[in-house]
């Protein structure tokens, strides 16, 4: 693990130097998955960061706007904070079964998914494995596997259909998976 994050970065930036902004973005991308257990410094610069970017809310979509690792990154990310969302939801949760039933179960999900008792490959915590998945992979700077994975999970969840605003945040998380495949990260 990079447990790295140039302070004197975090400091220029937040001061309105934006000059080494994506070796920054590139830095927080490869903490973020390790977040949970970084140093206190480390933590404490972080945290100064989201604050200079406006909050939270405002990490991901700073990443994205960043090439190659912090894109792929905060595709990656999306999909986990949707998954943690959704995960408890029973509409989602209980269709799974019934998607895998009827074959629609994208092949790569295989063997990722969690074994249940009342069906051999879904459950309510297959969402939550999966996105505890994905962040592994991050960590382990397995960017190309996550990036099939998070497309296959995607895939999955929109057979489950759902709300029209579910399916449109399905469909651009989709699509920023896509345009990091496409630049080869």
Known sequence: MADFLDTGLVD?????DRRGENELAGQVARLL??????PNRTVEALTRLVRCLGGEERLLPWLGEHPGV???VAA???LVGLLD???DDPG???ALPEIVRNGGLPALLEAHLVPAPVDARTSRETLASLGGQLELMLGEERFTDAVQLAAATVDLLRAVGGPDDLRRVLDA???DLE???VTGT
């Not at 220029?12 to 309105?16: E, N």
């Not at 998955?33 to 970084?38: A, D, K, Q, T, V």
């Open 33 to 38: 998955p390790f977040r949970g257990s970084l």
């Open 85 to 87: 969302r959704i995960g």
């Open 12 to 16: 220029a930036f937040c001061s309105g």
């Open 92 to 94: 989602v949760a209980d």
């Open 173 to 175: 998380i989709r699509a």
């Open 76 to 78: 990656v990310y999306a």
């Open 179 to 181: 345009a990091v495949m």
């Open 70 to 72: 912090p894109q792929v």
